[in-house]
């Protein structure tokens, strides 16, 4: 930076006073409201002692004593809970499963029934269910949809919305996660992974992840009719193996209040994709806006405000679903120190709700300091939610292309807060994380 006679940021900073000290007690602020709020900031009531028998003050003492009575079991989350009912995630409406209505897709589309009456291996029945569907049947002639079997038979499902407009970059988020989740990401920290559909999930990656991996640049979302899920996973963790899927939908349509959005009443957890050129008012990002045809946004993301104002609040002014903030394209802003010291750091080989704690500090602080409030109305409105620095590209397209390739920075911090909040991850208290 010298011999560019240009002055170094790092350098400017240090020894000197903290610029995100003023964030920084305003996000401490926000957590000590919510814990008020919630009643978590309240003591725990000492247990009251046991009444002991009139005999007991008349007995002789023994000579050994009494064994210590065995620990209660840990209570499982009330997310793990299992029952023969769930609800579909795209009309929201009870569906049970059923072994007669079974069907096959066949490779033009073609709904073939199973017929599974008949004495089959029990190797046979895991495969067969493995790629079968059932026909929701809400569905009308113009919602047709199916849901994978493994979904109607395993744990209770997590349902995952990534929210933000249009071009923030939440397709390129969403392929890069599942791009490290196929590589073995999750598994350090007690996780694995299964594709809830065989077929769904190949084509994912086909038309995702590799071409996001080789280099080129995903098309946006296109709008939708009806909201239908990108791709599903089979995570077993902690307590029993739950699907999970990943809804990824046009910018467009989650700014509108309409009936493709109508899924958001149930979804269980939400990313809030953040872009660095909408929000920031960092000078360096004005020749990237220029390039990209991009304003700076005071009034925060328009899909934020239709999304927060749809889904429900179980907790008066707090929406229950847990959420995480995930500030994307961070690269852009790597000379910033607040910045640079996340994502320059991989992901620990153990969860930390300490270090996610600081981190979640730090994004809140920067992004005050450099946006209008708006941008952090998640965080507020939402009762459990973290904060991260994330690069799901870690470069700009030219011509379609990355030339440089890509590469992800820290894409799996949001889905690991996710998945620590829902009580799917191993050795986490889930009430430890995002509050």
């Known amino acids: 930076m010298r011999l560019l006679n240009v002055p170094d940021p790092l350098a400017l900073t240090a020894g000197g006073p903290d610029p995100l000290v003023r964030g920084r007690a305003e996000y401490d602020a926000q957590i000590a409201r919510k814990r008020s709020h919630l009643g978590l900031d309240r003591p725990p009531r000492p247990p009251e002692p046991a009444a002991r028998p009139r005999w007991f003050a008349r007995r002789a003492p023994t000579r050994y004593p009494d064994p210590p009575a065995a620990p209660p079991p840990p209570p499982v989350p009330a997310a793990q809970a299992t029952s023969p009912e769930r609800l579909c995630p795209h009309c929201l409406l009870p569906v049970a499963f059923d072994p007669t209505r079974l069907v096959s897709i066949g490779p033009t589309g073609e709904r073939v029934p199973l017929d599974l009456s008949g004495e089959l291996p029990p190797a046979h029945l895991r495969d ?247 941008w952090l109305r998640p965080f507020d409105d939402c009762a459990r939610c973290t904060l991260h620095f994330v690069a799901a590209t870690g470069g700009q397209a030219r011509d379609d292309r990355f030339p440089h390739g890509v590469r992800p920075r820290r894409v799996l911090a949001p889905l690991l807060s996710l998945f620590a909040m829902c009580g799917l991850l191993p050795g986490v208290d889930p009430g430890e994380v995002g509050i």
Not at 131 to 152: G, K, S
Not at 188 to 201: A, I, M
Not at 290 to 295: M, P, T
């Open 128 to 374: 067969l269910l493995r790629t079968a569907y059932q026909p929701c049947p809400h569905a009308d002639e113009d919602t047709l949809h199916e849901l994978p079997a493994p979904y109607l038979t395993n744990g209770r499902p997590l349902t995952i919305a990534l929210v933000g407009s249009s071009g923030v970059g939440k397709t390129h988020l969403l392929a890069a996660m599942l791009g490290e989740v196929e590589q073995g990401g999750l598994e350090p920290y007690g996780l694995k992974c299964l594709p809830l559909n065989p077929d769904t999930h190949r084509t994912f990656l086909r038309e995702r992840v590799q071409s996001l991996q080789q280099g080129r640049e995903l098309g946006r979302t296109g709008q939708q009719t009806f909201a239908r899920f990108a791709d599903g996973l089979l995570v077993t963790g902690r307590g029993p193996t739950r699907p999970v899927v990943f809804f990824d939908l046009a910018g467009e349509d989650l700014a509108q209040d309409g009936e493709v959005t109508r899924f958001l009443t149930g979804v269980d957890a939400f990313v809030f994709v953040v872009d660095p050129l909408r929000a920031l008012r960092l000078p360096s990002l004005d020749p990237v806006r220029a390039l990209n045809g991009l304003r700076r946004r005071d009034l925060g993301d328009e899909a934020f405000t239709t999304v927060l104002n749809r889904v429900p609040r179980d907790h008066g002014p707090y929406v229950a679903a847990p959420a995480v903030v995930a500030v994307n394209k961070s690269d852009l802003v790597r000379v910033e120190p607040a910045v640079d010291q996340w994502l320059g750091r991989t992901l620990p080989p153990a969860y930390r709700a300490d270090e996610v704690h600081a981190e979640s500090r730090d994004v809140h602080a920067f992004v005050a300091k450099h946006a209008s409030p708006a």
